[in-house]
């Protein structure tokens, strides 16, 4: 069983920065392939980011990229998203996620282990 952890959200206006931190709760985090996905109220959760085991590659949604950087410290069993330069759509709780697979998905139902999710808002 793994367990997933999020935390880093918050309240920001529009042009901060934020960096969301996931911990994981056994080593075989590091053999996974993680993914961070975001749920605004009313919308579909969807793809941000994500990032291979070792993290040679990153993945990123159209919107999200030039803004937010994924990566991953194996040794301390944490992924990272940084987001710079908010905007008032990125208002979402923020969920990390982890594929036994180690291949690329943007689809939320192939993801295995989900965390319970940090708010972030950014205000205008």
């Known amino acids: 069983q793994v367990q997933l952890v999020e935390s880093g959200g918050g309240l920001v206006q529009a042009g901060d920065s934020l960096r969301l931190s996931c911990a994981a709760s056994r080593r075989t985090f590091s053999t996974g392939f993680m993914g961070w996905f975001r749920q605004a109220p009313a919308k579909e959760r969807e793809f941000v980011a994500g990032i291979t085991w070792n993290g040679a590659d990153t993945y990123y949604a159209d919107a999200m990229k030039g803004r937010f950087t994924i990566s991953r410290d194996n040794a301390k069993n944490t992924v990272y998203l940084q987001m710079n330069n908010l905007k008032p759509e990125d208002t979402a709780v923020y969920y990390c996620?982890?594929?036994?697979?180690?291949?690329?998905?943007?689809?939320?139902?192939?993801?295995?282990?989900w965390g319970q999710g940090t708010q972030v808002t950014v205000s205008s």
């Open positions: 996620a982890r594929r036994s697979s180690p291949n690329h998905s943007i689809r939320a139902w192939g993801y295995d282990y």
